[in-house]
């Protein structure tokens, strides 16, 4: 039998070959799964999963059906599984090819009139790329259950390590001063935005580096915390990489000990001397409370932004280069004598200026601050690309500049990964990454580590695009852009992702798996996956204040397609959850942004969720992004359940997380890279989103639902109202199913 699509392919990410044979396997009342495999926390976690999936509990015995033996030829991560209908074997190398390959079987697992059954096939899956990551700043307290659950996720996609920046995010023993004056930098600093930066990063004449105050909530994590976060990521075989930023971005250090900062004048120094010998003194007590919480294999040593170079008296005579390279030795040596790896953010080695003369990178350049007007000389450093040791891993993220700084690299002897790695803006994918000197990539998040922030700015979708990438050695199909696209010499600014004209084939597989991956962020199944789910469509039709075409709070849009994408009962089925739009001239509910627009719903009894297929409306909607994480700003309506005793809870609708936008092709474009919500339906041109909302109270009877713009009642709890200058536009509904 032929290998279906890729769209098709029931396994995300990819696996290396999948054969579908005939006949099925069914799995029996009573089924055990036996084998080396069978008694190990790998195989516990599967069958806790099946159980709370599908409500079938298997147990492990000395002979069983399915079958989980260790194949010793089997390289790191790799796995085999066959299926037939007599039985299941799942071969496996590594503990870690295990996890995946047990993920791939309840991947596979099928329900078929009232059955659990397995398609038969033959499976073959390894990993491209031995370095599969994501860089993620310290979490604050409040979300370290997020973190944890997050962790499954990334397993769930086969990443494998996690960069965690430390700064003044954990608890040091030596060293507390260094987490107080942390905290009321945090404080002084603020999240990020354009207030902040001026605070801060501008506010001298020279240019400073950003400060990453959302690290650890602006406070720290003790050191049980984070051995217990590592630990937890372990169990799942992802690494934990602890960033320790060193030479720049230490604001962490330099401001408990201005001693060693090397501009002594500045108020909130960044960057330490390094040819004072403190610098180190403090470093190294610091490494080496970071090396006993996590016990790494390697380190990420920072190094990006270096901004303050040569400036004091003891550094004004030596080379920048030489500066450069002393430091990292001296450190990378430190960590060698106690078996640690070393890598570290590879610009400043780099010697590339631009097409359009623009200077980048370790090149010598003349910088001029927009709001000071201060003019400051960077010397150059690219001549540590041939200085500095070999055994330094470079995260290399100017890839988008051009293609021939990775050709550098290579032609220099050096190993690297792409850092900031981008799914929907890496260019030429299938032509630069077969390089073996590339492990492989990170996906960085420069934002809070929480649920929401990384939803509105569309981190999720970028895992799930570039874990497949990185997974999977189909690597003319799993980039989002077309693989010929030229690797330029463009810059990589917000908003310039390049455009594609179809609807690529990875972007449409990742939509395909959303629905699947939801479970593993949300902590368990959703309420619509459950064997026993019941739905009940609600009717809209009294409530409905707009057709499928007509105007929302002055904008256009047209859902006619939609009415011929509904079968004979007037259904929209996506993934299991029948949708039932209303008929007639109002079929929609329109709620323009910040608008006094208000719709109730009468709803009697319980639900365990509730799933809306709505879509955002909104032509000037702002994207989430670094510079714009506040996700109050991209709150466009709250849906609220109001019990019989009157007690209510609310859902801040989150543009990119739990809304896309209408006019758009999921993924393609930015505003339309919702996770979890995910397209339920689409005529290509334009998208609805399915958002499945928890019940977190399933036995308390409902008496109402609002579905509010916002304009006039703000959210009780959050103090939230939907805000920002005023704009055109808003939330259109177009069903809502309750999940019994
Ligand atoms: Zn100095």
């Known amino acids: 039998m032929p290998e279906p699509s890729l769209v098709k392919m029931p396994v995300y990410p990819w696996p290396r070959r ?57 390289a790191a991560d790799a796995y085999e599984l066959d299926v037939s209908a007599q039985g299941v074997e799942l071969r496996y190398g590594t503990r870690a090819g295990l996890l995946y390959g047990l993920d791939t079987l309840l991947a596979l697992v099928a329900r078929r009139n009232g059955r659990l059954v397995l398609p038969a096939c033959q499976l073959v899956d ?25 962790l499954r996720f990334l397993a769930r996609l086969r990443l494998n390590t996690v960069f965690l920046e430390v700064g003044g995010g954990m608890e040091f023993k030596r ?33 400073k580096d950003s400060v990453h105050a959302e690290l650890a909530g602006g406070s720290y994590l003790t050191q049980a915390e984070v051995a217990d976060l590592v630990r937890a990521a372990r169990a799942l075989h992802i690494e934990v990489v602890p960033e320790v930023q060193s030479l720049s971005h230490c604001y962490y250090l330099c401001l408990a000990h201005p001693e060693i900062a090397e501009r002594a004048e500045d108020p909130f120094p960044d960057t330490y001397c390094p040819s004072n010998p403190k610098s180190y003194r403090l470093l190294f007590d610091v490494l080496d409370e970071v090396i006993r919480v996590f016990r790494p294999r390697q380190v990420h040593i920072g190094h990006d932004e270096w901004y303050t170079i040569g400036v004091c008296p003891r550094c004004r005579n030596k080379s920048d280069a030489e500066l450069l390279t002393a430091d990292v030795t001296r450190i990378a040596r430190y960590l060698e004598r106690r078996g640690i790896g070393t890598c570290m953010w590879g610009d ?15 090149v010598r350049r003349k910088i001029v601050n927009p709001l000071s007007e201060f003019v400051e000389r960077r010397p150059p450093t690219f001549e540590a690309m041939r200085t500095l040791s070999r055994s330094v891993v470079q995260a290399h993220w100017y890839y988008s500049l051009s293609r021939t700084i990775d050709d550098a690299l290579v032609r220099n002897g050096w190993r690297f990964f792409y850092g900031n790695f981008s799914a929907a803006r890496f260019q030429n994918w299938a032509g630069r990454s077969p390089t073996p000197a590339c492990l492989g990539g990170e996906m960085s998040t420069w934002v809070e580590v929480s649920e929401r922030v990384f939803g509105l700015t569309g981190m999720f979708l970028n895992f799930v695009l570039g874990a497949n990438m990185l997974w999977s050695d189909r690597i003319r199909e799993s980039s989002p852009l077309p693989p010929e696209r030229r690797a330029g010499a463009s810059d990589s600014g917000e908003g310039r992702a390049p455009r594609t004209a179809g609807w690529p084939t990875a972007h449409r597989a990742a939509a395909g798996a959303v629905p699947s991956l939801r479970r593993h962020l949300a902590g368990g199944p959703l309420p619509s996956e459950m064997r026993r789910a019941r739905f009940r469509p609600l009717p809209l039709g009294r409530v409905a204040t707009h057709g499928l075409t007509g105007r929302l709070n002055g904008v256009r849009f047209n859902m006619e397609a939609l009415r011929s994408g509904l079968g004979k009962a007037g259904r929209l089925a996506a993934h299991g959850i029948p949708f039932v739009p209303a008929r007639g001239g109002k079929a929609t ?26 879509a955002l409306h909104m032509p000037d909607a702002v994207p989430g992004s670094y510079r714009s994480q506040d996700w109050e700003n991209h709150t466009v309506a ?15 609708v989150l543009s990119e997380h739990t809304i896309g936008r209408l006019d758009a092709r999921y993924g393609n474009e930015r505003l339309a890279r919702t996770f979890p919500a995910f397209p339920a339906w689409s005529d290509g041109r334009r998208t609805l989103y399915a958002f499945e909302w928890v019940n977190p109270h399933p036995a308390r009877h409902i008496a109402r639902i609002y579905l509010d713009a916002g304009g006039v009642t703000r959210s009780i709890f959050t103090g939230v109202t939907p805000r920002g200058p005023a704009q055109k536009g808003g939330v259109l509904v177009a069903a809502i199913t309750a999940v019994l």
């Open 126 to 150: 390894a990993p491209y790329k031995p370095l599969r990551g994501i860089h993620l700043y310290m979490p604050s307290r409040e979300h370290i259950p997020f973190f944890k659950r997050l």
């Open 18 to 74: 999948y054969g579908p044979r005939a006949g099925q396997f069914v799995l029996g009342a009573r089924e055990h799964v036996c084998g080396a495999g069978a008694a190990t926390p790998e195989a516990d976690r599967f069958r806790a999963e099946l159980e709370a999936l599908h409500g079938r509990r298997i147990a492990a015995a000395r002979e069983g059906r399915l079958a989980v033996r260790r194949a010793r030829r089997l």
């Open 589 to 614: 509910i329109g709620l323009g942004y910040a608008t006094a627009d208000r719709v109730r719903l009468g709803y009697r009894g319980t639900a365990r969720s509730f799933v809306f297929l709505h």
């Open 175 to 207: 060293h507390p001063e260094i987490n107080r004056s942390w905290e009321s930098f945090a404080r002084f600093a603020g999240p990020y935005n354009e207030q902040a930066s001026r605070r801060v990063q501008q506010s001298r004449g020279f240019w």
């Open 638 to 652: 709250i849906y609220r359940i109001v019990y019989e005793d009157r007690y209510f809870v609310e859902l801040p």
């Open 348 to 362: 400043k080695l780099l010697n590339f200026i631009g097409d359009n003369g623009q200077r980048y990178g370790g």
